[in-house]
């Protein structure tokens, strides 16, 4: 719920009468700020009228205007809906003053924009690329920048099955595979742009105490059995304590963002599968939310597939965060055992997934105006079983091995701290704000689907460590089984779809910003429809990433070993990380 | 003694079927091997997932052997590419997989590891890792379940009763040659590509312009 119908009368057009104009485009909302006003507007934004958590930065290429534009969304931590608000700069050079010094959370989100649509952000701290490597051509995003597989700006492809023959973009490529080179690059006098840079970097930092100890750089990842795939850390460790940690992502990047402008409205529902890949289901909503709220009034969600929607949900989120408190107890050593019992549950979950769309992981389930099947016989009795029955119990059993133990607990109790100041500050969402002691659950704060009609309670912590991390996810997934448990006893009969399903459809020009609380954290999608079939501009807010920017403040002063600890606690995923 | 470890063709005396199994060096050296080949503990995407879920309780691994992943290549047996292969990571992957001792496997797990899957167009996305590394075992699916996961190593573990020492590559004279590591320079680069480097380029560019010009 944003404040559209405002915005002409906002007090901060009075408090900037001068370069701050409402956004008049059709189907669009928030204002749009002028490049040199843009750091007094946003501290004012911060300080003066409490938008205090700025949720998404990203960069659209408007390349039939010539302009580039960084879009903004600012929340109130106290809830409520968001302040959209933008810059709009010439396409020849895209500069805007970078806002790390205000919101410190716009960080890494800056420099994607920076690595991938080429907007330079003056003032940022360590403008580099951070999900491509330094070196690579171009800049991916931009819209006349051609991947090596090129056909066509939008699918359907017109060249697939031509007379019914299998076309293959190797096939097409001189070289056979997936790459293109600047027409006059020669590979033997390339020298690579190594991670020495990176490494300079971080050795800079003297001591200037009397011991003459050497700082160690150490490197860990990207294959490392505890970061959780494919993401990688840089620390500078005096004797075992942490004094800089940089991490260094894009392992995984899979180009989303690109693959998603190409397709359909439709396609991106399978592809938004692949994000977080432990929680598919939350990612197909967040998506589905934006795109169902450009179409605003012309499609209404039937009432038996919200609640089919909520049931879901409220799964992945149970699956997410036993497979976070399995996969943390691994960081600590206790190698497997408790992720058995993590698995065992979650593959019960798993088979009532595969009975209502067809796979165990990749569910592809929701639709634009409902969800994609009905619940097959059987199913919700099993549902009913669990939800009443098994997984509470199975819940205070995991607590009871694990919470007191003396182990978990001296090795997560102090560790990773994040103040509350700090985490709105870096934009942390999910449990990692929760447990700082910010009650913010998009759930509550801004509530979409039927949230507001369930009880439950937003599960907060104070002391912003790793146990308290643990603890929250605990806590969380009592909350799921009360919503589920009302849910349950509430599903209605009818239809789980609006009208009939379509494969093709005119989404009406504008932008959308949907979210949704993942089990990570705030998931948001943002999408520009020009009005065609396939979206303008696709963007996912991801929290795994942005989570991330607080990292390196938790883990300064703590011993490497708790390092691998914090991340884990911070749950992330590198299918949602690099997208 | 397992009775497939038996070969053709002896009579064993019934009292001693527990005892004695007159076999051959081929069999006794694969049926050592098949069921100790040990993956290395190495995930890229969601198919790393299924991979662990494999491994774990309802699935289990360990009935064929495989249960102990290894972080370091050094001590594993199988390559098990989990995921999407980026041109970010094939560098270390081809590392990897040079570091790892032979004999040595790969298996390609899910579509994108064995042709780039559904992120085959992206720009950062190499098609499968066969373009890097020999696969012995391709598993489609999206992500394989962990039931055709099984069925792909069962069938690595088929081949491996197929091989001889007499001619595995292992024990050929000579050195193994290592896999050139990929660069990554404005793409990435294959050091393989580099004798017709420049011609391919200008093929490249003139298929380009031709294009242009149609
Ligand atoms: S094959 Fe599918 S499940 Fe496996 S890594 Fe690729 S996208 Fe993920």
């Known amino acids: 719920m944003t404040d559209t119908t405002l915005v002409a009368e906002h007090p901060l057009l009075e408090r900037f009468p001068e370069g701050v104009t409402p956004d008049e485009r059709k189907g669009y909302e928030g204002f749009i700020v002028a490049a040199d006003r843009l750091v007094e507007f946003a501290t004012a934004l911060r300080d003066e009228f409490g938008y205090d958590y700025l949720s998404s930065v990203t960069g659209v290429d408007y390349l039939p205007d010539g302009k580039m534009e960084v879009v903004y969304h600012a929340y109130k931590s106290t809830g409520g809906g968001a302040l959209v608000f933008k810059v709009q700069v010439p396409r020849e050079n895209p500069v805007v003053p970078s806002l790390v010094s205000v919101y410190p959370g716009a960080d890494f989100q800056e420099r994607e924009a920076w690595d991938l649509l080429g907007i330079r952000f003056e003032g940022h701290p360590n403008l580099k690329r951070i999900l491509m490597w330094e070196g690579f051509a171009g800049h991916p995003l931009r819209k006349d920048w051609k991947e090596a597989y090129f056909e066509e700006e939008k699918k359907p492809f017109g060249s697939r099955w031509p007379g019914g023959a299998v076309h293959r973009a190797e096939d097409e490529n001189p070289f056979g595979k997936n790459v293109v080179y600047p027409p006059d690059f020669d590979p033997e006098k390339w020298t690579p742009v190594g991670d020495e840079a990176l490494y300079a970097g971080l050795r800079e930092f003297k001591k200037d105490d009397d011991l003459k100890t050497e700082q160690v750089v150490v490197n860990l990842g990207p294959q490392h059995p505890s970061t959780h795939g494919v993401f990688r850390m840089v620390v500078t460790l005096d004797g075992e304590t942490v004094v800089r940690l940089e991490p260094v992502?894009?392992?995984?990047?899979?180009?989303?963002?690109?693959?998603?402008?190409?397709?359909?409205?439709?396609?991106?529902?399978?592809?938004?599968?692949?994000?977080?890949?432990?929680?598919?289901?939350?990612?197909?909503?967040?998506?589905?939310?934006?795109?169902?709220?450009?179409?605003?009034?012309?499609?209404?969600?039937?009432?038996?597939?919200?609640?089919?929607?909520?049931?879901?949900?409220?799964?992945?989120?149970?699956?997410?965060?036993?497979?976070?408190?399995?996969?943390?107890?691994?960081?600590?050593?206790?190698?497997?055992?408790?992720?058995?019992?993590?698995?065992?549950?979650?593959?019960?979950?798993?088979?009532?997934?595969?009975?209502?769309?067809?796979?165990?992981?990749?569910?592809?389930?929701?639709?634009?105006?409902?969800?994609?099947?009905?619940?097959?016989?059987?199913?919700?009795?099993?549902?009913?079983?669990?939800?009443?029955?098994?997984?509470?119990?199975?819940?205070?059993?995991?607590?009871?091995?694990?919470?007191?133990?003396?182990?978990?607990?001296?090795?997560?109790?102090?560790?990773?701290?994040?103040?509350?100041?700090?985490?709105?500050?870096?934009?942390?969402?999910?449990?990692?704000?929760?447990?700082?002691?910010?009650?913010?659950?998009?759930?509550?704060?801004?509530?979409?689907?039927?949230?507001?009609?369930?009880?439950?309670?937003?599960?907060?912590?104070?002391?912003?460590?790793?146990?308290?991390?643990?603890?929250?996810?605990?806590?969380?997934?009592?909350?799921?089984?009360?919503?589920?448990?009302?849910?349950?006893?509430?599903?209605?009969?009818?239809?789980?779809?609006?009208?009939?399903?379509?494969?093709?459809?005119?989404?009406?020009?504008?932008?959308?910003?949907?979210?949704?609380e993942g089990p990570k954290g705030e998931l948001g999608f943002y999408v520009v429809s020009d009005g065609s079939a396939n979206p303008w501009r696709y963007h996912v807010r991801a929290p795994s990433f942005i989570n991330l920017t607080a990292l390196s403040r938790m883990c300064e002063g703590d011993k490497v070993a708790d390092a691998i600890i914090i991340l884990g606690s911070i749950d992330i995923v590198l299918g949602e990380t690099d997208r | 003694m397992p009775d497939e470890l038996n070969a053709k063709g002896y009579d064993i005396p019934p009292e001693m079927?527990?005892?004695?199994?007159?076999?051959?060096?081929?069999?006794?050296?694969?049926?050592?091997?098949?069921?100790?080949?040990?993956?290395?503990?190495?995930?890229?995407?969601?198919?790393?997932?299924?991979?662990?879920?494999?491994?774990?309780?309802?699935?289990?691994?360990?009935?064929?052997?495989?249960?102990?992943?290894?972080?370091?290549?050094?001590?594993?047996?199988?390559?098990?590419?989990?995921?999407?292969?980026?041109?970010?990571?094939?560098?270390?992957?081809?590392?990897?997989?040079?570091?790892?001792?032979?004999?040595?496997?790969?298996?390609?797990?899910?579509?994108?590891?064995?042709?780039?899957g559904p992120f085959k167009e992206g720009y950062n996305v190499v098609s499968g890792i066969d373009k890097f590394l020999p696969v012995d075992v391709y598993i489609p699916g999206c992500p394989p379940t962990p039931q055709a996961l099984l069925y792909g190593l069962m069938k690595l573990q088929e081949m491996m009763d197929k091989q001889s020492i007499k001619s595995v590559r292992w024990y050929q004279k000579g050195d193994l040659p290592e896999i050139p590591v990929p660069i990554l320079g404005p793409d990435l680069i294959d050091p393989r590509d580099y004798p017709d480097f420049e011609f391919k380029l200008r093929q490249a560019y003139a298929e380009k312009t031709e294009e242009e010009a149609s």
């Open chain 1, 249 to 516: 992502m894009g392992y995984l990047h899979r180009n989303h963002e690109k693959i998603g402008e190409r397709n359909t409205y439709l396609m991106n529902i399978p592809f938004t599968d692949r994000l977080d890949y432990l929680s598919s289901m939350s990612n197909n909503w967040g998506y589905v939310q934006a795109v169902e709220k450009l179409l605003g009034d012309k499609i209404q969600v039937p009432e038996r597939a919200e609640y089919l929607r909520v049931i879901m949900a409220e799964f992945t989120r149970i699956v997410n965060h036993i497979f976070a408190i399995g996969t943390l107890l691994n960081d600590l050593g206790a190698y497997f055992t408790p992720m058995l019992y993590a698995l065992e549950e979650r593959e019960l979950i798993l088979d009532i997934f595969e009975a209502v769309s067809g796979s165990r992981m990749m569910c592809n389930y929701f639709r634009f105006g409902g969800v994609a099947r009905d619940l097959p016989p059987g199913v919700y009795e099993k549902m009913r079983d669990l939800v009443f029955e098994r997984l509470p119990r199975k819940i205070d059993e995991l607590d009871r091995y694990l919470t007191e133990n003396e182990v978990v607990r001296a090795r997560c109790e102090g560790v990773g701290v994040l103040t509350p100041e700090e985490a709105i500050a870096f934009s942390a969402a999910g449990p990692v704000l929760r447990a700082s002691g910010v009650p913010y659950d998009v759930r509550r704060a801004d509530p979409y689907g039927i949230y507001d009609r369930f009880e439950f309670d937003v599960a907060v912590r104070y002391h912003g460590d790793v146990y308290d991390r643990y603890l929250i996810r605990l806590d969380e997934i009592r909350q799921s089984i009360r919503i589920l448990q009302q849910a349950l006893d509430q599903l209605p009969e009818g239809d789980v779809i609006f009208g009939s399903p379509k494969y093709s459809m005119r989404v009406p020009a504008g932008e959308a910003y949907g979210r949704v």
């Open chain 2, 17 to 116: 079927q527990n005892t004695v199994a007159i076999t051959t060096l081929d069999k006794l050296y694969n049926w050592g091997r098949r069921y100790s080949a040990w993956p290395m503990m190495f995930g890229l995407a969601c198919c790393a997932i299924e991979m662990i879920a494999t491994a774990a309780s309802r699935f289990d691994l360990a009935r064929f052997g495989m249960e102990i992943m290894r972080p370091s290549p050094r001590q594993a047996d199988v390559m098990l590419v989990s995921g999407t292969v980026t041109k970010k990571m094939v560098p270390q992957i081809v590392r990897l997989y040079n570091q790892m001792p032979e004999p040595k496997y790969v298996v390609a797990m899910g579509a994108c590891a064995s042709g780039g």
